[in-house]
C-alpha cells in the first residue's frame, strides 16, 4: 500500500485524505440513520394514550420533542393541539423540513467525494503521462520497461480515485434513499396523528 501511495505521486494524499472522510461519513450516518433511532416503535400510539387518559403534559411534549426526529415533528403538532387542522400541519411540515435537513448532514459531501476522487485520479494519470512523454522526449522509445513502468504509475491514481468513488457513490445513493422513506413515513404517521386527535379518523386506526 505505502509503494503504491509512493508510486502514485502526491496527488494520492487528497484521495487518501477523501477515502478516510468518505469513511467517516458512511460510519457515522449509519450508526445515525437507524430506524430505531429515527423512528421509535409504537411512539403514535402510546402519544394517543396519553392524550386520551389527559397525561400529555407540556414535560411529557418535551421528552417527546427530544427522544428522537420523529418525536420533534409530532411534538411540533401536539403544541399546537388546540389550534385547527391546518395550523398543526403547518407546524409539522416546517418542523419537517429542518428534521429532513438534519438527516441529510454530510450526504451533500459523500456526495461531492464521489464525483472529486476520479477527478484527482484522472489528473495524476495526466500528470503522470507527462512525464512519461518527457521521457521519450529525452531517451526516446527503445526502453520499454521504463515506459511501461511510468504509464503503470500514472495510472494508479485513477484506479485509487475510482476505488474511494465507486462506494461513495453507492453509499450516496443508499442514505439518500434511506432518508427519503424515513421522511415520508414520519409525515404519514404525523398525519395520522393529527387526524385521530381532530376525530378525523377512528382511534383504532392511530397505529396502522
Not at 59 to 88: F, K, W, Y
Not at 106 to 129: R, W
Not at 152 to 165: E, P, R, W
Not at 171 to 197: T, W
Given at each position: ?40 416503535a409504537n411512539l403514535v400510539t402510546r402519544i394517543w394514550e396519553w392524550h ?157
Amino acid at each position: 500500500m505505502l509503494e503504491m501511495m509512493y508510486a502514485g505521486g502526491w496527488l494520492m494524499v487528497p484521495i487518501l485524505a477523501c477515502s478516510i472522510i468518505a469513511t467517516a461519513v458512511v460510519i457515522e450516518r449509519g450508526w445515525t440513520l437507524r430506524r430505531s433511532r429515527i423512528m421509535p416503535a409504537n411512539l403514535v400510539t402510546r402519544i394517543w394514550e396519553w392524550h386520551r387518559r389527559g397525561e400529555l403534559t407540556d414535560a411529557r411534549i418535551e421528552e417527546i420533542r427530544t427522544g428522537s426526529p420523529l418525536g420533534r415533528l409530532l411534538a411540533s403538532g401536539l403544541i399546537n393541539r388546540n389550534h385547527s387542522r391546518e395550523i398543526m400541519k403547518e407546524a409539522i411540515e416546517d418542523t419537517g423540513r429542518q428534521v429532513v435537513a438534519e438527516l441529510e448532514r454530510f450526504l451533500s459531501s459523500l456526495g461531492t467525494i464521489a464525483s472529486v476522487a476520479p477527478l484527482l485520479g484522472l489528473l495524476g494519470t495526466v500528470l503522470g503521462m507527462i512525464d512519461v512523454f518527457g521521457v521519450i522526449m529525452d531517451a526516446g522509445v527503445g526502453n520499454a520497461a521504463m515506459l511501461a513502468g511510468g504509464i503503470s504509475k500514472a495510472l494508479i491514481t485513477t484506479a485509487a480515485g475510482l476505488s474511494v468513488a465507486i462506494p461513495a457513490l453507492m453509499f450516496h445513493r443508499f442514505f439518500d434513499n434511506k432518508v427519503a422513506r424515513l421522511a415520508l413515513e414520519m409525515e404519514e404517521q404525523s398525519l395520522r396523528l393529527v387526524e385521530v386527535m381532530k376525530g378525523e379518523r377512528e382511534a383504532g386506526e392511530v397505529s396502522a
